[in-house]
């Protein structure tokens, strides 16, 4: 009982939660990447660079040495590719701002929504489109609910919470 009131609290607190669905700018990221260039121009599946972890569960964040297996031989003359080149000659981590990131009480496997046909650009927006990526569509539960609905899927609070006794 006390967990279904905690949840239901949750729920209230979420249903007046909004979010921007467009910020008047991106973060300010270390180096300047665009999406537009490698997913659109290129035409690079996001999976490309964003590898899922063993799980399945998460997509990763591309890191130096990662994109330099391209950009060692690719426009190594720009000053951006240059940036990502002393990372990767340091093996630094890129502190690349996130845009997009749930609360630590949701569970979100990115596998099953894959696995669901559900394509990236339904949640992170048309990134194929932007210099800057920017959070551009709402993560809260009112969206992730009625997505639910609309595709049939499951729509009660275990399927992305944990719920306990």
Same mark, same amino acid.
């Given at each position: ?58 997509? &990763? ?5 990662? +994109?330099?297996? %391209? =950009?060692? /031989? ?62 551009? &569509? ?5 969206? +992730?609910?009625? %997505? =639910?609905? /609309? ?15």
């Amino acid at each position: 009982m006390l967990a279904a009131l905690a949840v239901f609290g949750v729920m209230q607190t979420m249903r007046g939660q909004t979010t921007t669905t467009q910020t008047a700018e991106a973060p300010q990221q270390p180096i300047n990447f665009s999406h537009k260039i490698h997913a659109g121009g290129q035409q690079m599946g996001c999976d490309s660079c964003h590898t899922p972890t063993r799980s399945g569960e998460n997509y &990763t964040i591309p890191q130096a040495g990662f +994109c330099m297996q %391209c =950009h060692a /031989a690719i426009a190594t003359d720009k000053p951006e590719i240059k940036k990502l080149a002393e990372y990767a000659s340091t093996s630094d981590t890129i502190p690349w701002v996130r845009v997009y990131e749930l609360p630590s009480f949701v569970n979100f496997s990115h596998r099953t929504h894959a696995a669901g046909n559900v394509a990236c650009v339904e949640c992170h927006g048309a990134v194929a489109e932007r210099e800057h990526i920017y959070r551009e &569509t709402e993560m809260t539960m009112a969206r +992730c609910v009625s %997505c =639910h609905q /609309a595709k049939k899927a499951a729509v009660g609070c275990d399927t992305c919470h944990t719920l306990q006794k």
